[in-house]
C-alpha cells in the first residue's frame, strides 16, 4: 500500500478552518460606505489545518455585484471568475500539500463601482470559504462549521430629499425604507433611498 506521509490511511483527511477575516479601507476597519464614491477595499484572510494534509487547498471569496477584483498581495495566488448571483468569485490557491498545523494568509483589493450598484443594495456581503480538493482529500462535513465567514458592510446613501415652504427649527422628518429608519434633519444626511412629495 501506498500510504501518504503524515495520513492514518491512503486517504488522507485534512481539518481547514478560518482563522481570521477583515475588511478594511486604508488600514482600519469600514463600519460603512457612502453610495457615490468609488473606493478599494482589502479582504485579508487567515486560514490553517488542524489535521492531515491537505491537497491544492483554495480560498474562495464570492464578490457581490458592484465589486471586482483589483489586485491580490504579494504571495497570493487569486484569479476572478465570472459567477451567477455575484459579481464574480475571487478563488487564492494556498499550496500543496498544506500541511497539518500550516497556516497562510490572503490578501486582496476589491475595487468598489457605484454605478455597477442595484439602488435597493443595503449592504455589501463577502462570502469566504476555505476548502482542499475534496476528491484528493477530503474534509469530514463534521467539522465545516468553521470554514466559511460572511463580511458585511453597510452601505449609506444621501437622503436626496429637498424641502419646499418652512419648517421649525430642530423638527426632523423620519423617512423609513425596507424597515431601515432614518431621522434625516438636512439634504447632507445619510440614510434609505425615498421620494417624498408634498
Known amino acids: 500500500l501506498n500510504v501518504q506521509k503524515d495520513c492514518l490511511s491512503i486517504t488522507c483527511y485534512p481539518d481547514m478552518y478560518i482563522r481570521s477575516a477583515n475588511l478594511t479601507r486604508n488600514g482600519t476597519s469600514v463600519p460603512s460606505i457612502t453610495l457615490g464614491v468609488d473606493l478599494t477595499l482589502t479582504i485579508s484572510v487567515e486560514v490553517g489545518n488542524m489535521a492531515e494534509p491537505a491537497t491544492t487547498p483554495t480560498v474562495t471569496i464570492a464578490l457581490p455585484v458592484g465589486t471586482t477584483l483589483a489586485?491580490?498581495?504579494a504571495g497570493s495566488s487569486c484569479t476572478a471568475a465570472a459567477a451567477s448571483g455575484s459579481s464574480s468569485v475571487?478563488?487564492?490557491v494556498l499550496g500543496n500539500p498544506f500541511e497539518r498545523n500550516q497556516t497562510a494568509r490572503?490578501?486582496?483589493n476589491v475595487a468598489v463601482s457605484q454605478p455597477d450598484f442595484d439602488p435597493s443594495t443595503l449592504d455589501l456581503r463577502f462570502l469566504v470559504q476555505v476548502s482542499?480538493?475534496?476528491?484528493?482529500t477530503p474534509e469530514n462535513v463534521s467539522v465545516l462549521g468553521d470554514n466559511s465567514r460572511n463580511l458585511t458592510v453597510p452601505v449609506l446613501r444621501r437622503?436626496?430629499?429637498s424641502q419646499t415652504g418652512t419648517i421649525d427649527q430642530g423638527a426632523s422628518i423620519?423617512?423609513?425604507s425596507g424597515g431601515t429608519v432614518a431621522n434625516v434633519t438636512?439634504?447632507?444626511?445619510?440614510?434609505p433611498v425615498v421620494s417624498v412629495r408634498y
Request: charged content about 15%; some cysteine; proline content about 4%.
Open 71 to 73: 489586485s491580490a498581495a
Open 90 to 92: 475571487v478563488t487564492c
Open 106 to 108: 490572503v490578501s486582496i
Open 132 to 136: 482542499p480538493d475534496q476528491l484528493s
Open 159 to 161: 437622503a436626496g430629499f
Open 174 to 176: 423620519t423617512l423609513t
Open 186 to 191: 438636512r439634504d447632507s444626511d445619510f440614510g
